[in-house]
């Protein structure tokens, strides 16, 4: 074989490689997208189609709202939805049930010019209350959520009656170790439309999101696709997805969280600290921290549950909810 023939067959590799990755990049959102599209309509999710729309600042915000009784607000992590309430919703009875989707996350229709980025989560958390005319209420908050919620405690205290953190992040360790790869992947321009692909792959699928829980058992095939095609279902989903992530790699933003730590210290409402306690992300040492830093807190650890107590042991985390929430709010 001449040289010839070897450029030609390489030139030709090359072109074929520049050619699948650019329709990959295309099918990923990052060429052709404009900075004002919208997410589109809820995912088919099994979940989403009771959701509700209810404007926040311009920003069409997706929520379920269930059940009767006092209302008890959960806020959700990233890169997961309200879905993670799923299978612990229908064990809260007595309880009216407020679950929206945060920026940046799930259905909620925030644009790829919108920011994502903690203070304005707590921004939306507030005038999704103030839309519902609902002053002060109970809330639970899991992983960024609970993030949102720290920042709810040391700002606004007088609009949280009762507080559950659940492996949430919090000062300046997030995000965790084991999840830092997804992230540089998801927002690497070369690697992104790969990863896109690759995740339309099950077993990818699940060694991806098994870093959330104790027991992969945990992670049906129906839950894996609520949490990838929440972010792949269109290209303007993934695109924020790039977007979200690039700031939690950003290294100010953890400062938020951390800056809240005097507010949290002045928090003097009882606040539950319910944890799964093989969390491999956010672990023993950062729950022992909040326990230590929130005056009135308890800690209860939620056994051979990880960083999604709440989907992987529904039962006893319920359970722990509502005595607490049931004690927090007697006389």
Not at 188 to 214: C, G, K, Q, W, Y
Not at 241 to 255: E, I, M, S
């Amino acid at each position: 074989m001449n040289a010839k023939t070897v450029v030609r067959i390489l030139s030709a590799l090359l072109l074929a490689t520049a050619l699948l990755w650019g329709a990959l990049a295309a099918r990923s959102g990052f060429v052709g997208l404009e900075s004002d599209a919208r997410i589109g309509p809820p995912v088919d999710d099994g979940w989403s189609a009771q959701k509700k729309f209810i404007e926040v600042r311009g920003t069409p915000i997706a929520y379920v709202d269930s059940g009767e009784g006092k209302p008890l607000l959960l806020l959700h992590g990233c890169p997961f939805s309200s879905v993670v309430w799923k299978n612990v919703a229908p064990l809260l009875p007595g309880r009216r049930l407020l679950a929206p989707d945060l920026l940046g996350l799930g259905d909620t229709r925030v644009t790829l010019s919108d920011d994502y980025r903690l203070p304005r989560e707590a921004e939306m958390v507030l005038g999704f209350l103030d839309a519902l005319g609902i002053d002060a209420i109970d809330v639970v908050g899991s992983d960024h959520g609970g993030a949102t919620l720290q920042l709810l405690l040391a700002e606004h205290p007088e609009r949280v009656k009762l507080a559950v953190l659940t492996n949430a992040e919090a000062y300046d360790a997030w995000p965790s170790a084991p999840e830092r790869p997804y992230l540089e992947a998801v927002t690497n321009p070369l690697l992104s439309p790969l990863f896109h692909l690759a995740l339309s792959v099950t077993a990818v699928r699940r060694e991806v999101f098994d870093i959330a829980v104790h027991s992969p058992d945990a992670l049906t095939d129906e839950t894996l696709a609520a949490f990838v095609e929440a972010h792949t279902s269109s290209p303007a989903r993934w695109q924020r997805l790039v977007r979200f992530y690039r700031w939690q790699l950003d290294p100010a933003h953890p400062q938020v969280t951390l800056a809240a730590v005097p507010g949290l210290r002045a928090f003097h409402r009882p606040v539950l600290i319910l944890w799964g306690e093989a969390d491999g992300n956010f672990g023993r040492a950062i729950a022992e921290r909040l326990a230590g830093d929130l005056p009135n807190s308890r800690l209860q650890w939620v056994a051979d549950a990880g960083h999604l107590p709440m989907l992987e042991a529904p039962d006893a985390y319920a359970a722990a909810l509502n005595t607490f929430l049931a004690e927090g709010s007697a006389p």
